[in-house]
Nanobody, 126 residues
């Protein structure tokens, strides 16, 4: 049974930083999967923020977060991180970690992933 457990969300003022973590368990081939961070606000579709292919570390970012967010991995811990700097109020959302059992290709849409975490809330105040 695959489980993704996120942590690190919280409240921060604009310009601040947060680091999200996502630890996967129950999947043997973590070293060759696409890990994706999505976010969602009420009434809107879930949008991809950043992805990383754990075999080689190739990354992709949404234009809205380029230069501010960094996704990186620790395969020894089956963990992916999202470092978020220069946060803006519009970054406020529920952030979800997801695992796709194939290559990323680009920033995968929500319908392409196989497993989801439970989400962690990020709130950025102005």
């Amino acid at each position: 049974q695959v489980q993704l457990v996120e942590s690190g969300g919280g409240s921060v003022q604009a310009g601040g930083s947060l680091r999200l973590s996502c630890t996967a368990s129950g999947y043997t081939y973590f070293s060759s999967v696409c890990m994706v961070w999505f976010r969602q606000v009420p009434g809107k579709e879930r949008e991809g923020v950043a992805s990383i292919y754990t075999h080689g570390g190739s990354t992709k970012y949404a234009d809205s977060v380029k230069g501010r967010f960094t996704i990186f991995q620790d395969n020894a811990k089956n963990t992916v991180y999202l470092q978020m700097n220069s946060l803006k109020p519009e970054d406020s959302a529920m952030y979800y970690c997801a695992l796709r059992t194939y290559s990323c290709y680009s920033l995968p849409p929500a319908g392409w992933v196989n497993y989801w975490g439970q989400g962690t809330q990020v709130t950025v105040s102005s």
